[in-house]
């Protein structure tokens, strides 16, 4: 990764206080087994940049102090949502870039919704993939759309991933 200029650092916070907003906003439905973590959808940004996976990362860290899970989702959730990015940043395809949340949290607040509140691993894992799995099927289609115009990618400042 290139240095870290102040523009990309106040883009990472722009990135990381929409990522909380929003999660904070629709905490009702953005946290536990039934999930629809709208703010899933910045995760897409390091499709086209990897320098936005530090503000997607900070922004889950952010959210996730007001998770119901407590310390464990900040860490573990966190993490699930820091590798989900990287491999977002490496992936080659939108759709496929898209899969990696899904899989990632189904497992990783699976495994919390089990450990933490005794649910069943497997139940609740698929019920998190489900909500993942909405969330960024609309994100795919959202930035499908957007990444035919110049503007757009000029905006979000694509370095990889632009299509011809």
């Known amino acids: 990764m290139n240095k870290l200029t102040i523009k990309d650092i106040a883009i990472?916070?722009?990135i990381a206080a929409m990522y909380f907003t929003i999660t904070y906003f629709t905490q009702s439905f953005a946290y536990l087994n039934i999930q629809f973590r709208i703010a899933e959808i910045l995760l897409l940004l390091c499709f086209y940049n990897r320098k936005y996976v530090i503000g997607v990362t900070l922004g889950c860290l952010l959210a996730n102090i007001t998770s119901p899970l407590g310390w464990p989702d900040m860490v573990f959730g966190t993490l699930a949502t820091l590798s989900s990015a990287i491999l977002i940043s490496y992936s080659k395809r939108l759709w496929l870039a898209g899969i990696w949340p899904v899989l990632l949290n189904g497992v990783v607040v699976g495994l919390e919704?089990?450990?933490?509140?005794?649910?069943?691993f497997w139940i609740s894992g698929l019920e998190v993939v489900a909500g993942e799995l909405v969330v960024l099927v609309v994100g795919v289609i959202i930035f499908y759309f957007l990444q035919r115009y110049k503007g757009f990618l000029a905006a979000i400042d694509a370095k990889q991933n632009i299509p011809e």
């Open 113 to 120: 919704l089990h450990i933490l509140l005794e649910l069943p």
């Open 12 to 14: 990472n916070a722009m």
